[in-house]
């Protein structure tokens, strides 16, 4: 498949130079070249692991109530959703 690629002067000297040395034209270096880029960077994007969790604690201090004391518990809650006015 016939197709144009603008490619900077040093790597089609680069290019020129591979597939002199490897006896190729032109078109099967480029496809080689790119193949195993294409393959590398795919076998990448696999490998890539998801992010570790991280817990962050830090200490708040003394509890302020018993939360084991159910009428203080309510108390509170009241407090945090009924506001007074």
């Known amino acids: ?6 490619l ?15 006896s190729f034209s032109l078109g099967k ?10 393959s590398a960077h795919k ?5 890539k692991a998801p992010p570790k ?6 200490n708040m201090g003394p509890a302020k109530i018993d939360i084991s004391d ?5 108390k509170i809650l009241d407090q945090e959703f009924y506001p007074k006015k």
Do not use: C, G, V
């Open 29 to 38: 270096a480029a496809t080689a070249l790119l193949a195993e880029a294409l």
């Open 53 to 58: 969790f991280k817990w962050h604690s830090q």
């Open 1 to 6: 498949m016939r197709t144009t690629l603008d």
């Open 43 to 47: 076998a990448k994007a696999k490998k």
């Open 8 to 22: 900077d002067l040093p790597i089609l000297k680069e290019l020129k130079a591979f597939s002199k040395s490897n």
């Open 70 to 74: 159910k009428e203080a518990l309510y």
